[in-house]
């Protein structure tokens, strides 16, 4: 297949394919594997997303970072022998379609069910994970049922947010929603004011209201639009779960937030034969420096144009 020539696709290990993105409006880098988008620097602006120095970059281990793609389920699954997640973040992806276009790069990564995704799922289902990246980041996952009967999933673009000190941040739309504690508590809570990280914090929120990451530190706003999700979370494993990860240093908790568009807890999706659904978000960067560039108005997707 031919692609852009703002495109590259490298191997990051051997067998390891990455897709490398330069173009005038933004720089990244997705990889085959997990239909993981690793990276995304607008033009003019610091990195979006977080990566783990320690991240895993091997066959079968999930990526610590970027834009992790879990499905069809989120969390722990509740048979332990099964991987906390869902199971397409470790399966290798094809490259569908790529284009360039003057705002960005669209490309289109596939996933089908497999004999070794139904040893951990036993249904048929043709994932594609839709990529827009420029001056805004849009991701899409969108999953058909291609089985005789029903299925239900959960899933979550699980988006790691590079910030200056997570102790400084406030994340603003949440107020007014209910949230559960994670797995610290089953109790729901009323989310009062902006959210606030000074501890561990996994929170799952009944919300479909956009979000927006307010940075004093690297002086930006990150604002997080979606579709097709009545639930987002709120997570960062502090100090003490930090030094449990194998994967993340034990200081890094202060440079980065989740905030993830997911289908979680009562916002199960379940699709008849036939069905797609699609799990959407937006990311767009403003800054707060002086002689800041406006806040775009952002237009419609042409992620399937």
């Given at each position: 297949?031919?692609?852009p020539?703002?495109?590259?696709?490298?191997?990051?290990?051997?067998?390891?394919?990455?897709?490398?993105?330069?173009h005038?409006?933004?720089?990244?880098?997705?990889?085959?594997?997990?239909?993981?988008?690793?990276?995304?620097?607008?033009?003019?602006?610091?990195?979006?997303?977080?990566?783990?120095?320690?991240?895993?970059?091997?066959?079968?281990?999930?990526?610590?970072?970027g834009?992790?793609?879990?499905?069809?389920?989120?969390g722990?699954?509740?048979?332990?022998?099964?991987?906390a997640?869902?199971?397409?973040?470790?399966?290798?992806?094809?490259?569908?379609?790529?284009?360039e276009?003057?705002?960005g790069?669209?490309?289109?990564?596939?996933?089908s069910?497999?004999p070794?995704s139904?040893?951990?799922?036993?249904?048929?289902f043709?994932?594609?994970?839709h990529?827009s990246?420029?001056?805004?980041?849009?991701?899409?996952?969108?999953v058909?049922?291609?089985?005789?009967k029903?299925?239900?999933?959960?899933g979550?673009?699980?988006?790691y947010?590079?910030?200056?000190?997570?102790?400084?941040?406030?994340?603003h739309?949440?107020h007014?929603?209910?949230?559960?504690?994670?797995?610290?508590?089953?109790?729901?809570?009323?989310?009062?004011?902006?959210?606030?990280?000074?501890?561990e914090?996994?929170?799952?929120?009944?919300?479909?209201?956009?979000v927006?990451?307010d940075?004093?530190?690297?002086?930006?706003?990150?604002r997080i639009?979606k579709?097709?999700s009545?639930?987002?979370?709120?997570?960062?494993?502090?100090?003490?779960?930090?030094?449990?990860?194998?994967?993340?240093?034990d200081?890094?908790?202060?440079?980065?937030?989740?905030?993830?568009?997911t289908?979680a807890?009562?916002?199960?999706?379940?699709?008849?034969?036939g069905?797609?659904?699609?799990?959407f978000?937006?990311?767009?960067?403003?800054?707060?420096?002086?002689?800041?560039?406006?806040?775009?108005m952002?237009?419609?997707?042409?992620?399937?144009?």
């Amino acid at each position: 297949m031919k692609v852009p020539n703002c495109l590259q696709v490298i191997d990051a290990k051997p067998g390891y394919p990455v897709l490398e993105i330069q173009h005038r409006n933004a720089t990244g880098r997705v990889a085959l594997h997990g239909a993981h988008v690793m990276e995304w620097m607008p033009a003019h602006s610091d990195p979006v997303l977080y990566m783990s120095p320690d991240a895993l970059i091997e066959l079968g281990k999930p990526i610590r970072g970027g834009i992790p793609v879990c499905w069809p389920w989120f969390g722990p699954h509740p048979d332990s022998s099964k991987p906390a997640h869902g199971l397409v973040r470790t399966m290798m992806w094809e490259l569908d379609r790529a284009r360039e276009t003057p705002d960005g790069v669209d490309i289109v990564l596939k996933l089908s069910d497999s004999p070794e995704s139904r040893l951990l799922w036993p249904f048929g289902f043709e994932a594609r994970l839709h990529v827009s990246m420029g001056l805004e980041l849009e991701v899409g996952l969108e999953v058909t049922n291609t089985d005789s009967k029903a299925w239900t999933m959960t899933g979550a673009l699980h988006s790691y947010f590079s910030v200056g000190d997570v102790r400084q941040v406030t994340i603003h739309g949440l107020h007014g929603t209910q949230y559960v504690e994670g797995r610290l508590s089953p109790d729901k809570r009323a989310q009062e004011g902006p959210v606030v990280i000074d501890q561990e914090v996994d929170r799952l929120y009944a919300s479909d209201a956009p979000v927006i990451v307010d940075d004093p530190v690297m002086h930006r706003e990150l604002r997080i639009e979606k579709a097709g999700s009545l639930s987002t979370v709120v997570w960062n494993p502090w100090i003490e779960k930090s030094t449990r990860l194998a994967d993340l240093p034990d200081e890094a908790y202060p440079d980065f937030v989740c905030v993830e568009t997911t289908n979680a807890g009562d916002d199960a999706v379940t699709l008849e034969p036939g069905e797609t659904h699609l799990l959407f978000t937006r990311l767009c960067v403003r800054s707060l420096k002086e002689h800041a560039i406006p806040d775009p108005m952002l237009p419609e997707s042409g992620m399937f144009a």
